[in-house]
């Protein structure tokens, strides 16, 4: 089983998210099991823009006040799933949409980065704080193909805005993934961040986990993704530039990007 982060970036593009889905479709059509996680970032921040509510990132995490949340649950719940599960049916596959809270998947609790040694209260930004694999597996089985959303929400109903890239980790690691792969658009991870010379081929769980705080912006909660898919229960995880559906192509075969590895 693998399961595909699709970043809100690669989705902003019409075109490459054609491409992407098509090449999904046909892994999946194949034999492959695959659920689908989707980011949205691009779509938040115009949706905001419309409705004239500022916001701010901090370390990689959108600072979500109730407004933003209310934005964040109408976009990525409501206009993206339904286009990106809409997408799939096209394609030929029997594509169920969901949000991260729905039937267990993930109940979530708050969660304030680390900024320079100084937490940081980012509002309604949530993790996992359980998964449960038990409606995903069942979907699987049945050959459904499942998009989610990364809206999870507390015990008390509360909606919480979990990064998409950590949503994707905590998922995987619940279903025991073969792969998480993780499609975005940087070539994988550096190194020596950001500088891109220093691209790593594959690496080992301990040995990211040694250069796990030198990240920031986007790709800080990438790692943090790929450390906790890794650490709960997936095999491996791979980073790839997904503007080249050659690319895309490859990953789905096992081939290239940065592979991490327990």
Known sequence: MIVVKYGGHVLDSAAENDRIVDAISVFHKNGGEVIVVHGGGPAVDQELEIHGISTTMASGYRVTTPEVMEIVQQTLSGSVLRTLTNKFIASGVNAVGLSAGDGAIMRARKYSPIINGQVVDAGLVGEAE????????????????????????Q?????????????????????LAKEVLFITDVPGIYRHWPDPSTLISEITLGELQQIASTFSEGMAPKVKAVITALSSGASKARII??????????????????????
């Open 241 to 262: 530039d997904g503007r080249e559906i050659a690319n895309i192509e490859r990953a789905l075969r096992g081939i290239g990007g940065t592979v991490v590895t327990r």
């Open 155 to 175: 015990a008390n109903g509360q909606a919480l805005n979990v990064n998409g890239d950590i949503a994707a980790g905590s998922i995987a690691g619940s279903l």
């Open 130 to 153: 359980t998964t449960d694999p038990t409606l995903l597996n069942l979907l699987i089985e049945h050959r459904y193909l499942p998009v989610i959303s990364p809206v999870s929400v």
